[in-house]
């Protein structure tokens, strides 16, 4: 039998199960050649050669990972593409898609497809040569084999050479042999004991909110061969190789953009251990990576830097024998969490045969063009190669795990850096900080000027507010369901003049302090500058095609709507994404330390104004001071009535959260909306004015109710933000008070009544709420968060008209320590809104669905009904436990036995002692979980279990909790399927 490496194995792993961290895919590499004047008919009779030479061409792997070499291929090898027919546009069209297509595919490997062959014919004698090669059976190192010997034989069908050994047999050989053992069991022993002091992986901006696609896109430039010169002539006077000086600055490069000093980074390598004759022809998978640490904080300079990598290469390499995919499952035991190393940097620099390709390449297939390249676990590939005389940079990015402007502006300060220190080098051994102006950060606005920087008379400052200083500590991962800030994210589309929407902008700076507010973080005040500053970011995509364009955004929207604004500016931005048509996406996030929810729908009324622009005027002076904290009477009035008004709150709400709350840290937020039309909404407010109710009453006691009714304990109590009534100036107003409601107490009309009433009563006992309220509930209750769950009242927004040719599109409200934001607002059209900002980690989606059916189906009942009443438990899904379902407080004991049983049949068959048993949550991968292991589970699985799983269904399962799930679905289809096949008694 033929084993896989470890690295195969991970590979094979990666591509059929789909991770949940950037998997699901093939680890390959697509290439295109463009050339002229090619023989299709001796490119096919090359490529059987090519075949024959190398077994590992003809690799089949069968589900559960057992490889077979086939006697031939079982595919044809070459397909051809005559586009000559097609005019050039058309062709350019056509060869646009098939890259896309050629990008993201996975081989068939099961029925021996390791590689893809075709030519498209584009006329006057020129050709485009596509090759996809899976490296489970074709590693980078290998593919460059491949090509020069398709060249030999293309050129002369009949050349003979001295045979290479197959892979297969030569990785036998190196399992087998004595000394090899050792020197693995030796560097086994060194890594293990370097686990504690691995670095963490960078602190990249990647997206934990699954796409519906995967994306990959490659980054291109090229080193001129006298900038190579003078880089290699550098390399040299610091006694490093050229791999270790890109590396270095590559290191550089990254850490300035993440903020990172202390980070790792994935180096693969490709030794062939040469035990058997021929061994540099062989053809197969030689990957291996090593980690390595990268510290910045060690040193002072690229010089320093770079010649710390290289020491620190030369002992990862002596001690490469012991797998880098093992390495990784034990850090991730070690950490008791899956671990990663999503930053590769790969080098082929130090080749003894200098160019990628022989000039007998390039003369036959032409020069190469394009190469992409994708695998399990990935982000960022950072790839140098020696081509025609200079070096290519080229970098695989996954789009849909990073945006690209962050990864091109790392690119472009990269290869910027390089192309200086070829005509500066002593910039090698200047300072980091007078590096800065090749790393700056393109994402922050060139115009922005530091607080720490502002003149000290060209500002006034005042203390933080209680809510401004709780929203600060939320920022940090002290408290559970932290490290968010409280910001407002909204997406607008549509067609708008740029210049003036710039010119606005800038107006609107001038007008309002808020939007020239800094918060300073150390001595806890608010400073109003008189710079005008303006945090805007543009992003030409117009050029781009359509898919382009929106798979660009999607990516962009996501880091975007959860990033935290850094404190040294005033923290808004308004971000324009330039598109084709004259169409305009903007992207606008304020954050809450300046601006509350109806000032931030006034400024964007204001931006997207299209009557003429005002002139810049001072901002008016409040007619209503701010609550004074200080009025002591107030004060101990206020106490005592919130002190009697949430007596009867002694616990957290009991809705069905996901996991106890206290238990949840940095999550990421998601939003669900459900919309009422305009006519439904307007008969809605008449029913609700029939009992006196107000707009927002109807609407709040509709949520409420069915909240309530959803609790474990039927009743539920939620923060209520609110504002003083004030005028002047747009800043932060809003404090909150507290509500509790009891399901089926009396009719929802009555409730509704007075919730109304306490509402207008709470709003009278200001000087004791918000921060106050929460710090008493938290006495109370004992745990935190204590009014996880928010009601957001915007029908006093003010918003555009529908027949603005600008729409807002999407949002996200995120706030430190609640789980759940349900806030109704109106649409341009008139229509009424229901979105819920909710914590990813706390609640699930589903969950977040049947509540918004359960609010629809209730206004339809009230609706149809013409009165205000409706029955909370038919408005959800019917013939769901939707408590207990959705929550997995209520895990029995039962569950947990069968967790455990099967724990113990996976450990036991991977070879895991039970003293060195990972937490169940560890993935399989991670476990180290082969190929062959998975036969003997699936036997252990339907013996011990009496059942039929498939082969398919388990390999499918990523940990314990899958595997469980499709056991259990398993035996409910065996029982059905016994229950059909009973005889039928007639009485």
Known sequence: MNEL????????????????????????????????????????????????????????????????????????????????????????????????????????????????????????????????????????????????????????????????????????????????????????????????????????????INSQQIKSHCLRAIIAPEELKHLQRLGRHNKVTLSNLLLGIFAFSLSKATNDKCFRLNIPTFWREPLLPETNRCVGDFANFVLLNVNITQHKNLSSLVRSIATQMIELLEHSHYPGVNVMRDLSRYHGTAQNAPIVFTAALDMAEGELFSESV??????????????????????????????????????????????????????????????????????????????????????????????????????????????????????????????????????????????????MVQRHKSLRTYIDTNKLMQVVTDNVTINLKEIDLSQQSSQAATTYIENYRNIYSHSLFDLNFSPWNVTIFYLTDQLLTVFTRFDALILDGRSIAALMVELFETGPIEPPTPDKKQTLEPLNDHDSAQRKSDITYWTNKLSSIDTTPQIPWMVPLDTVGVSKFARKSVIINPIEYRQLIKIGAKQGLFKNSSIMSVVLELLAYWSENRSIHVAIPVLPMYSGALSNHSTFIALAWQANVNNVSSQAKKLQSDILEGLQHLSFSGVDLARTLFEKCGSGPVLPIVITNGLSWPSLSDAHPMHLKSGLTQTPQVAMDIRFTTQQDGALVFSIDYACDAIDVTAIDNLLTAIDTALSQIIHLNEFSFVAKQCFPQNQDFRNKNCNFYTNSASLSLQAQLFSIYTEVIGIAPKDAPPKETSFINMGLRPHHLKTILKRLNADFSTSLSANDVFQCRNIENVEKLLKATKVADKAADQKTQPVHSI
């Open 5 to 208: 490496t470890p690295m195969q194995a991970a590979c094979w792993f990666g591509r059929i199960t789909d991770s949940d961290y950037l998997g699901g895919v093939a680890a390959h590499l697509y290439t295109e050649f463009d050339g002229q004047r090619i023989h299709p008919s001796n490119l096919e009779s090359a490529l059987q050669r090519v075949y024959l030479e190398h077994p590992i061409l003809r690799l089949s792997l069968s589900l559960d990972g057992i490889a077979e070499i086939k006697t031939h291929s079982t595919h044809s090898l070459l397909e051809v593409d005559d586009l000559t027919h097609l005019s050039s546009e058309e062709q350019q069209k056509y060869l646009l898609h098939k890259r896309e297509q050629w990008t993201h595919q996975q081989l068939d490997l099961s029925n021996g497809q390791t590689a893809r062959f075709s030519v498209s014919l584009l006329g006057d004698n020129n050709f485009r040569l596509h090759i996809d090669t899976d490296m489970i059976a074709i590693d980078p190192s290998s593919f460059r084999r491949v090509m020069e010997d398709l060249t030999l034989f293309y050129l002369d069908s009949k050349a003979i050479f001295t045979p290479a050994p197959s892979f297969f047999e030569w990785h036998n050989t190196i399992r087998s042999n004595t000394d090899l053992k050792k020197l693995n069991s030796r560097d086994r022993k060194w890594w293990q004991s370097r686990l504690p002091y691995i670095a963490p992986t960078p602190s990249l901006p990647i997206s934990n």
């Open 362 to 507: 390039h003369n036959t297939f032409g020069a190469m063009n394009w190469s992409v390249s994708q695998g399990p676990q990935v982000a960022l590939d950072a790839q140098a190669v020696r081509l025609d005389g200079g070096l290519l940079i080229n970098w695989d990015i996954r789009l849909d795990a990073l945006p690209l402007d962050w990864v091109n502006t790392i690119f472009e300060n990269f290869t910027k850096l390089l192309k200086k220190l070829c005509t500066t080098p002593e910039l090698l051994n200047k300072s980091f900080d007078r590096l800065g102006a090749f790393t700056s950060n393109n994402n922050e606005p060139e115009s922005k000027i530091a607080y720490n920087s502002l003149d000290s008379e060209a500002h006034t400052a005042t203390p933080l507010s209680a809510i401004q200083k709780a929203y600060l500590l939320g920022r940090t991962t002290q408290l559970p369901l932290g490290g968010v800030a409280m910001q407002e994210f909204r997406e607008y589309h549509g067609h708008f003049d740029a210049t003036v929407l710039k010119k606005r902008l800038a107006s």
